[in-house]
């Protein structure tokens, strides 16, 4: 079943003895990841830079949808950026449930597909419902001749501290994250009106709700002073280690 809604990658509740498993680290692997695996070594089109292995972590090449483990034989599996890629994304997750009794999930939002799309991206990825709704990208997506990912991704997280915020206030703005026991629910094509409208119709009100949930008056203040002193914190120790 699904958990909770992770602000981030960062925000995993992972105990010290978990054997942590993570399929397509690519360049960037979490760093609690025991055994990294990727099914392409020879080529970056699925990912920003080269792979990268951490210092103690176990590297194999591995296709997401035909793992080479045994059943539950994780405690835990994280898989980010790459549900979205993948040629079957029923038999991808599926695999994860399998050798994992534990995991995190995420994957760009509809929200940010649009914002920063990626010809590498087969399938837009929203959660209705608290169901992990898929459908082929090609079908849906309103193509762009351009797109401004660029300063989405890089330039203003290098620059404005407000549009940080933004992203640390409402993070399913951006992407699909969740946490999952056992298992979690999901609809690859689905057929229903009910969540088809959300790909190929104008939100009204209702539907901007049930994705952006509003907050009450405490709940946003918290919110506020969380993510204020959340960004601050992290700009001064970028600037104590001379980052920008």
């Given at each position: 079943?699904?958990?909770?809604?992770?602000?981030?990658?960062?925000?995993?509740?992972?105990?010290?003895?978990?054997?942590?498993?993570?399929?397509?680290?690519?360049?960037?692997?979490?760093?609690?990841?025991?055994?990294?695996?990727?099914?392409?070594?020879?080529?970056?089109?699925?990912?920003?830079?080269?792979?990268?292995?951490?210092?103690?972590q176990k590297f194999l090449q591995a296709d997401g949808e035909n793992l080479p483990f045994k059943d539950k034989e994780f405690d835990y599996v994280i898989c980010n950026q790459v549900l979205e890629h993948v040629d079957n994304p029923?038999?991808?997750?599926?695999?994860?449930?399998?050798?994992?009794?534990?995991?995190?999930?995420?994957?760009?939002?509809?929200?940010?597909?649009?914002?920063?799309?990626?010809?590498?991206?087969?399938?837009?990825?929203?959660?209705?419902?608290?169901?992990?709704?898929?459908?082929?990208?090609?079908?849906?997506?309103?193509?762009?001749?351009?797109?401004?990912?660029?300063?989405?991704?890089?330039?203003?997280?290098?620059?404005?501290?407000?549009?940080?915020?933004?992203?640390?206030?409402?993070?399913?703005?951006?992407?699909?994250?969740?946490?999952?026991?056992?298992?979690?629910?999901?609809?690859?094509?689905?057929?229903?009106?009910?969540?088809?409208?959300?790909?190929?119709?104008?939100?009204?009100?209702?539907?901007?709700?049930?994705?952006?949930?509003?907050?009450?008056?405490?709940?946003?203040?918290?919110?506020?002073?969380?993510?204020?002193?959340?960004?601050?914190?992290?700009?001064?120790?970028?600037?104590?280690?001379?980052?920008?």
């Amino acid at each position: 079943m699904k958990v909770r809604n992770p602000k981030s990658r960062s925000d995993l509740k992972i105990s010290k003895s978990d054997y942590v498993l993570e399929v397509g680290g690519g360049h960037n692997p979490h760093p609690r990841s025991n055994v990294v695996c990727d099914k392409f070594i020879d080529t970056n089109y699925h990912r920003s830079g080269d792979i990268k292995v951490r210092k103690d972590q176990k590297f194999l090449q591995a296709d997401g949808e035909n793992l080479p483990f045994k059943d539950k034989e994780f405690d835990y599996v994280i898989c980010n950026q790459v549900l979205e890629h993948v040629d079957n994304p029923a038999k991808f997750m599926d695999e994860q449930m399998r050798v994992s009794k534990r995991g995190y999930l995420e994957a760009p939002s509809l929200f940010g597909e649009y914002l920063f799309p990626k010809e590498s991206h087969r399938w837009l990825i929203l959660e209705i419902n608290n169901k992990v709704v898929i459908v082929e990208k090609a079908k849906f997506f309103r193509s762009l001749s351009f797109d401004f990912g660029d300063v989405f991704l890089h330039h203003l997280p290098t620059i404005s501290i407000p549009y940080k915020m933004l992203i640390r206030s409402y993070p399913e703005l951006f992407n699909v994250a969740i946490e999952w026991d056992n298992n979690f629910e999901y609809l690859v094509e689905p057929s229903e009106q009910e969540y088809l409208k959300y790909f190929n119709e104008y939100w009204d009100a209702k539907m901007i709700s049930s994705q952006l949930r509003p907050r009450s008056k405490s709940a946003e203040l918290l919110n506020a002073f969380q993510t204020f002193t959340g960004v601050f914190s992290d700009y001064f120790k970028n600037m104590l280690a001379g980052k920008k």
